[in-house]
């Protein structure tokens, strides 16, 4: 079992950043793939970014590509995301979650096993 804990989320205005981290405690957390998906009211939830276990590969929906960064800190079971120039259409709840070390599909929600319970990210005009 993995528990995924996110913080860092908040109501902010355009243009500005914020930073995203996704606590994890449990088993090996370093041997998951981790990604962060986003749902807003009425949508369904879509994928934003992930890494691979090693920290070697990171995958961005076109959205956010350019704009957010996805990093890790296996010695602190940690996963963060940076998040710049955030715009209204950001606005969304962002959950963390953890699937198989060898996780290929990094896109489809259905291949994590693993979530948070959200953090709310509200970007105003």
């Known amino acids: 079992q993995v528990q995924l804990v996110e913080s860092g989320g908040g109501l902010v205005q355009a243009g500005v950043s914020l930073r995203l981290s996704c606590a994890a405690s449990g088993r090996t957390f370093s041997s998951y793939t981790t990604g962060w998906f986003r749902q807003a009211p009425g949508k369904e939830r879509e994928f934003v970014a992930a890494i691979s276990w090693t920290g070697g590969r990171t995958v961005y929906a076109d959205s956010v590509k350019g704009r957010f960064t996805i990093s890790r800190d296996n010695a602190m079971n940690t996963v963060y995301l940076r998040m710049n120039s955030l715009k209204p259409e950001d606005t969304a709840a962002y959950y963390c979650?953890?699937?198989?070390?060898?996780?290929?599909?990094?896109?489809?929600?259905?291949?994590?096993?693993?979530w948070g319970q959200g953090t709310q990210v509200t970007v105003s005009s």
């Open positions: 979650a953890a699937g198989p070390k060898y996780l290929i599909n990094y896109d489809d929600r259905g291949a994590y096993d693993y």
